[in-house]
C-alpha cells in the first residue's frame, strides 16, 4: 500500500500509555499513518504545522493550554485539518465550547478502538462523529424552549448548579471570579421568580430552560 495515499493522523494526548495506545492502533490499521505524537499543545505547535496531518485526535484536559483553548489556534494554523476531540469529560459546556472553538467530532475514552478508528475515516469523508451519549446531550439541547429569559451564560451557569457543583468550582471552570458567579445566579433567581437553587431548577426544568 502506499502510504502516501494513508490518512496522516497526529495525536495530541498527555497520558503516555493512552497516547501511545492509539499510536499503535491506529498505526497499524491499514490506510492510516501516524503523523506525529505529542504530550501537550505548546510541543505540537513546533512541529504539527509542518507535518500537516489530515486528522488530529485531540485531548480536552491537557497541561498548559487545555485542548479547549488549542483549538483555535490549531485550525488557524491547520485550516483543513480536521480535529476530533477524545476525552473522558462528557460536561455539556465542554462539549459546545469544543464544537463551537472548532472540533469536528467529539469522542469519549470509552469508545471502541475500532470506532475510534472509524470515526477518523468518518470525519475524512465530511461527517461528525459523536459518542452515542455525546450526541443524546446535543440533540436535547435542541429541544430547549427558545424563549428561555435567560441569557446563554446563565443557562449554562444553573446547568453546572443542577450537576452539583459548588459556586466556586463553576467559577474556576468558566474562568470567572467568585462574585460574576454570585451576580448570576441572583439575575436567575430573579427571572425565574425564586428563592433557592432547588426551585431555580425545578422551574428551569419545568419550563425546558435547561
Known amino acids: 500500500m502506499n502510504r502516501d495515499l494513508d490518512i496522516r493522523v497526529a495525536i495530541i494526548e498527555d497520558d503516555e500509555t493512552i497516547r501511545e495506545g492509539y499510536a499503535f492502533l491506529i498505526g497499524n490499521t491499514p490506510g492510516y499513518t501516524i503523523a506525529g505524537t505529542f504530550s501537550t499543545y505548546e510541543d505540537a505547535q513546533k512541529s504539527v ?6 486528522v488530529i485526535l485531540l485531548d480536552v484536559e491537557l497541561p498548559g493550554i487545555s485542548g479547549v483553548d488549542a483549538l483555535p489556534k490549531l485550525k488557524k494554523m491547520l485550516p483543513n485539518t480536521h480535529i476530533l476531540i477524545l ?5 455539556e459546556m465542554l462539549i ?10 467529539y469522542l469519549t475514552k470509552n469508545t ?8 477518523i475515516k468518518e470525519v475524512m469523508e465530511g461527517g461528525g462523529p459523536m459518542s452515542a451519549h455525546i450526541a443524546r446531550l446535543v440533540i436535547s439541547s435542541f429541544k430547549r424552549n427558545a424563549s428561555t429569559p435567560l441569557t446563554r451564560r446563565e443557562t449554562e451557569i444553573l446547568e453546572q448548579i443542577a ?22 445566579i441572583k439575575n436567575i433567581y430573579y427571572k425565574l421568580d425564586v428563592h433557592s437553587k432547588a426551585d431555580a431548577i425545578k422551574a428551569a426544568k419545568e419550563n425546558k430552560f435547561i
Not at 96 to 102: A, T, Y
Not at 163 to 184: C, F, M, N, P, Q
Open 96 to 105: 459546545f465550547r469544543s464544537l463551537g472553538n472548532g472540533a469536528a467530532g
Open 112 to 119: 471502541q478502538p475500532e470506532k475510534i478508528v472509524a470515526a
Open 163 to 184: 450537576t452539583g457543583k459548588s459556586r466556586k468550582r463553576i467559577a474556576d471552570e468558566l474562568y470567572i471570579d467568585l462574585e460574576t458567579v454570585k451576580s448570576h
Open 49 to 54: 504545522a509542518d507535518i500537516a496531518p489530515d
Open 87 to 91: 476525552t473522558v469529560y462528557e460536561e
